[in-house]
């Protein structure tokens, strides 16, 4: 019959042998693979009006570090037409492994149908999943002027293409600050540079699972 202290040897003994069995399979494990980003929007993600090295996608890579590569393909006065247009040869180009969408701004505001939105960015999406990239959806609001109705259908547009393609959505890219006119630049539609470190943090949540997931 073992002693108490005989025991605790024993059961030390134990607990060695088994991390030194596991030691190697923990070191042969991969590691995270590095991910290519591409965000694919407008003016807000082009950085129109600020440095584009304040912008928020740059920033972004900053947040991620060097262990994944963020690429902006955004380009000003984009709609979700021309997005589609477009998307195919950013696609073989960049060949990303996750896809931040970000458009549909410039059609609310030319007030093109919702309908067409909705079909392009539903189009868009399928071309990134058929291409093995994961999406993000990001969405936008309309100033007030466009008025509570459409403004609150334009916004329900992300969120149906986001339960319809079961994809990751971020429901407003300036979500905390949309009210607030001194985050803007004079056009009330452009964030200031003071402005785009709180976007990075309103799309984080939803980009990092995917990032995982890689």
Not at 30 to 51: C, K, L
Not at 177 to 199: K, T, V, W, Y
Request: charged letters at 15%; one cysteine or more.
């Amino acid at each position: 019959m073992l002693s108490g202290r005989s025991k605790l040897w024993s059961g030390a003994w134990r607990r060695a042998a088994l991390c030194a069995l596991l030691l190697p399979l923990v070191l042969a494990a991969p590691a995270a693979q590095a991910a290519r980003v591409v965000v694919f929007g407008d003016s807000i993600s082009a950085g129109y009006g600020i440095n584009p090295a304040q912008g928020w996608v740059n920033l972004l890579q900053g947040r991620l570090g060097k262990q994944h590569t963020v690429i902006n393909a955004s380009l000003s006065g984009e709609t979700t037409a021309g997005g589609l247009n477009r998307l195919p040869a950013v696609l073989q180009q960049h060949r990303p492994d996750v896809l931040v969408l970000e458009l549909g701004g410039n059609d609310g505001l030319r007030g093109l149908p919702l309908a067409e939105m909705q079909s392009n960015l539903n189009a868009m999406v399928r071309l990134a999943q058929a291409a093995n990239a994961r999406v993000m959806l990001i969405g936008m609001a309309l100033p007030p002027n466009y008025g509570p109705e459409y403004g609150s259908k334009f916004q329900q547009v992300y969120r149906a293409v986001a339960k319809q393609q079961r994809v990751a959505l971020v429901p407003l890219l300036v979500a905390g600050f949309e009210r607030d006119l001194s985050q803007f630049q004079n056009d009330g539609i452009h964030p200031l540079a003071a402005a785009q470190p709180r976007m990075v943090a309103n799309v984080l949540p939803g980009l990092q699972p995917l990032l995982r997931q890689h």
